[in-house]
């Protein structure tokens, strides 16, 4: 299967800032001619999810990834950090940073993310604040991550408030994207990181999510071919809504469809695995639709079709299907003031005209939401 590269293209006031996205079966197994411009004489600093070690014989991709490095880079060293949203913390943070000083890092040193969204914004946050801000490269090792956090530039660790409260905006010189690192994701993960690929049809593509309605069950199967196009218009529609808003200052904040109330529900899981990202996010779409329609913006048939969909790909659509979790509505309306996209004290939500017809509304009114989630909750 031939590799797909994909322009992101930024354009602000200051400069235009571009990079590429590979995206292929089995990149990392001969990655020379994709790595050499980015580590040859170049301290390297990887930054890896424990789950990969050089020790692991299943491991091939990592292995030959660290193999090409070494034949290129001054010098290579590996940071070990534990996947999951429990090792966004400023404490982790520090860890990295003091190690990576201790490999006596420099300003034209390259630091290296391989693995899940976890792995990647952290990572990622420790480029922009380590000497002031170096270069890094994505290398997602999640479905989640390949279609979503590894694009775009958003890079943090979590508050005790909500997540991804402290972070900078910092734009990666490349993302390389293996298919086939899929392999050896827990099938729950997998289908967890549907839930950001349907959103983008959802947003702006009706072609592309009737695509997935087709040809769900070749996903679920792993079809590489499938699962290469899936990805690679995901990549293409998150870049083409960032092209022209880096910051999140207007259109970026659609791709925040279902993160309102997909965040406040993954908070209530403490993060312990009862709920993973892609599930909340999954229920958190539903909502949204669902409070679309109750407000006579969208239809009940394509509220229905969305919902539909998602328990095709056996996903969650309310919070009522993850028995171990529950919440108030005080307690969801809480969790609501931290969401980023608010202005001014008001509550702004992601919701659809239509299916493929996102839109962001401000200034949502909080009696009716409060009532929408006694119905819902």
Do not use: W
């Amino acid at each position: 299967m031939e590799s797909k590269i994909i322009n992101v293209l930024f354009n602000n006031k200051l400069n235009n800032l571009s990079y590429q996205i590979f995206v292929g079966k089995n990149l990392l197994t001969n990655c020379e001619h994709i790595i050499n411009k980015f580590v040859k004489n170049r301290k390297i600093i990887l930054i890896h999810d424990s789950f990969f070690t050089l020790k692991k014989s299943d491991n091939e991709n990592f292995n030959a990834l660290v193999r090409e490095i070494n034949k290129l880079a001054v010098s290579v060293n590996l940071i070990s950090v534990s996947g999951g949203e429990k090792t966004k913390t400023i404490s982790q943070l520090n860890r990295i940073i003091e190690k990576s000083i201790s490999f006596k890092v420099d300003r034209d040193s390259l630091i290296i993310a391989f693995g899940g969204g976890v792995i990647g914004d952290i990572a990622g946050f420790a480029a922009s604040i380590l000497l002031r801000g170096i270069n890094y490269i994505q290398i997602p090792t999640t479905l989640l991550s390949q279609v979503d956090s590894s694009v775009g530039g958003k890079t943090g660790i979590n508050s005790s408030k909500s997540k991804n409260l402290i972070g900078a905006f910092h734009q990666p010189l490349a993302v390389i994207i293996d298919i086939s690192l899929l392999k050896s994701l827990p099938n729950r993960q997998f289908l967890a990181g549907l839930a950001e690929v349907v959103k983008y049809g959802l947003i702006t593509d009706i072609n592309f999510f009737e695509f997935i309605e087709n040809n769900y069950k070749k996903i679920l199967n792993y079809e590489p071919s499938i699962l290469n196009y899936i990805i690679s218009r995901s990549c293409e529609i998150k870049s083409q809504i960032i092209k022209n808003d880096e910051k999140e200052n207007g259109k970026r904040a659609l791709l925040n469809l279902g993160h309102t109330f997909g965040h406040a529900i993954e908070s209530f899981g403490k993060y312990d695995g009862r709920i993973i990202h892609g599930e909340a996010i999954s229920i958190g779409i539903c909502l949204a639709f669902k409070l679309s329609n109750k407000l006579g913006i969208c239809s009940q048939i394509e509220t229905e079709r969305v919902i539909t969909l998602f328990k095709k790909l056996t996903l969650p659509t309310s919070l009522k299907d993850i028995k171990s979790i529950s919440a108030t509505t005080g307690e969801m309306l809480d969790k609501f003031k931290y969401d980023k996209k608010n202005k001014n004290n008001e509550l702004t939500f992601i919701l659809n005209k239509k299916i493929g017809k996102s839109f962001i509304k401000t200034n949502m009114d909080v009696n009716i939401i409060t009532k929408f989630l006694d119905e819902e909750i």
